[in-house]
């Protein structure tokens, strides 16, 4: 279902992040994908070790995570260019990772075609190459965290649900569908609609208060997606999710639906978040 044919059917939204957040797949993603691939496309094994290890903090431990790809490959080729090697083009990448109005592999193909430099159409082959590498994951590395499933059947029956993500749309469609998790879902926006900003506020356009919609998500991305919007934010804690989806499903939604959740527990919550990634 596009954001054009979307209906609004409860007073109630409440948007999900995919990786990281329902599903179990950011870790690995970064360790098999994002990171080898970008060794591999600038010629950087040498160094291997510790610029992967500093990939995993830009995108996983630290206040970055969840960064956009694009922005995250700046932020770790800049340190490569000042620590390691020169990296040809990288005051190019992040003049476009800047000002691109769409941070997506449409988005750079506009760039290229437009004029760009080599370093973006590295940029497109290292992120073509991760996309490729995440869709030929074993099937048995792509679940849920433990409690998603009931956490969203019971939301499922109070609130439209919407998983807003900025990974690839295809990679997000195989893997709920086959953890059973679409069955609770009324429509899915990943990358190739927008940011989550943009996905949340044209959500809001069709007749939901914003004291009546729920970003759930794992980064501060999702958190200043749902400030931008003036909407309400639940935190799935790293390393603490499996206990993150049973507060959601037995306390968070309650609250959102009795109009207790804005106030004291939404700070406690936003702080328990930012505390857990410090």
Known sequence: MTLKDFKKTHDYLICVDSDGCAMDTMDIKHFRCFGPCMVE?????????????????????????????FKGLALALREIDGKYRRIDGVDELERWVASAPALSNDGVKAAIEAGGGEVLSKALSWSMKVNEIINALPFDVKKPFGGVLEGLKYAHG?????????????AVEEEWALCGLLDHVDILLAQNVGSKAFCIQELL????????????????????????????????????????????????????????????????KIEAFLSNLK
């Open 41 to 69: 496309e600038w010629g950087l094994e040498q160094w291997a070790q510790p610029i992967l290890s500093r990939w995993n903090d830009i995108n996983l431990y630290t206040m970055t995570r969840g960064i956009n790809r």
């Open 205 to 268: 356009k069709k007749g939901y208060d914003n004291d009546k919609v729920l970003i759930t998500g794992d980064a501060p991305g999702d958190l200043d997606a749902a400030k931008s919007n003036g909407v309400l934010y639940y935190p799935i804690l790293v390393r603490h999710e499996k206990e993150s989806w049973a507060e959601f499903r037995e306390t968070a939604v309650g609250k959102l639906t009795s109009g207790g959740y804005s106030g004291a527990y939404q700070q406690e």
């Open 158 to 170: 109070l609130a439209d649900i919407a998983i807003v993500s900025s990974a690839n749309l295809q």
